[in-house]
């Protein structure tokens, strides 16, 4: 992050890493009686490494850099708990967008 940050990097790409959280919560809603085939399939497909820009790379740092992702409250993703999700959204911006409800 840094090194995009400073232009060393002309690009960087991740987020790999919380495709296992994404699943967390599927496997959640489904153990509360959310079906996820019912509004997504069984197949899903998602893009595990997004481009960082700089203003992504500098957000994700401050948020996240320390490995704070305890910090990320993976119930705004549920629709167990957001009955008002119709199709799951685990794009990176929603990381970026901080704690709040997406």
Not at 26 to 46: T, W
């Amino acid at each position: 992050m840094k090194a995009l940050r400073s232009g060393r990097l002309t690009a960087l790409s991740g987020r790999h890493f919380i495709v296992g959280a994404w699943a967390v919560v599927m496997l959640y809603d489904y153990h509360h009686g959310v079906d996820f085939a019912d509004s997504e399939g069984l197949e899903l497909s998602a893009s595990v490494f997004p481009l960082f820009s700089v203003r992504d790379a500098g957000t994700f740092e401050r948020r996240y850099g320390k490995g704070h992702f305890d910090a990320i409250d993976f119930r705004r993703f549920s629709k167990v708990h957001n009955p008002a999700i119709t199709r799951y959204d685990f794009g990176f911006r929603q990381l970026l967008k901080g704690r709040g409800t997406p």
